[in-house]
């Protein structure tokens, strides 16, 4: 018997169906806040920026994404994931009444060197850095 490969997106995947439920009990907690305050939800969602499960929550949540459209990977490279999709996002939702935008980009991609004088990586991930701005 074969096993047919199912690509990581796929919302048949397994790892899909939890980020999905994760995303949904994120979701309720996002409506749980007043519509008279901000919301920025910045971080490692483990879901890629093209994924249908991160679309659904984005919507659902009445979010915008800060990095929409922008392809570079957020995920280091390696030689075994040598093309890893976004990972890392910067989704915002303004006061009512009130604008929020903003821009981000990557930081921390290169070796630093460390207090030992050893050079590494500071994460597996690019640091992520935004700037947000609210007005009336």
């Keep these: 018997m ?5 690509p990581v997106a796929s919302p048949t995947n ?6 999905a439920a994760e995303l949904a009990r994120l979701t309720g907690l996002i409506a749980a806040i007043g519509p008279s305050l901000p919301v920025a939800v910045v971080g ?3 879901v890629p920026r093209d994924s249908a499960a991160l679309a659904d929550f984005v919507a659902a949540a009445g979010l915008r994404d800060i990095l929409a459209g922008d392809t570079r990977p957020t995920y280091r490279p390696t030689p075994r ?7 890392d996002h910067v989704l915002v939702r303004a006061a009512a009444g009130e604008t929020l935008t903003g821009s981000a980009d990557f930081v921390f991609q ?10 590494a990586y500071l994460s597996d991930h690019y640091g992520v ?8």
Excluded: C
């Design 2 to 6: 074969t096993r047919k490969s199912v």
């Design 14 to 19: 397994r790892y899909t169906r939890i980020a």
């Design 44 to 46: 490692d969602l483990n």
């Design 81 to 87: 994931w040598p093309s890893p999709p976004a990972l």
């Design 110 to 119: 290169d070796k630093v060197t460390l207090g030992d004088g050893r050079q």
């Design 129 to 136: 850095q935004a700037q947000l701005i609210r007005s009336n």
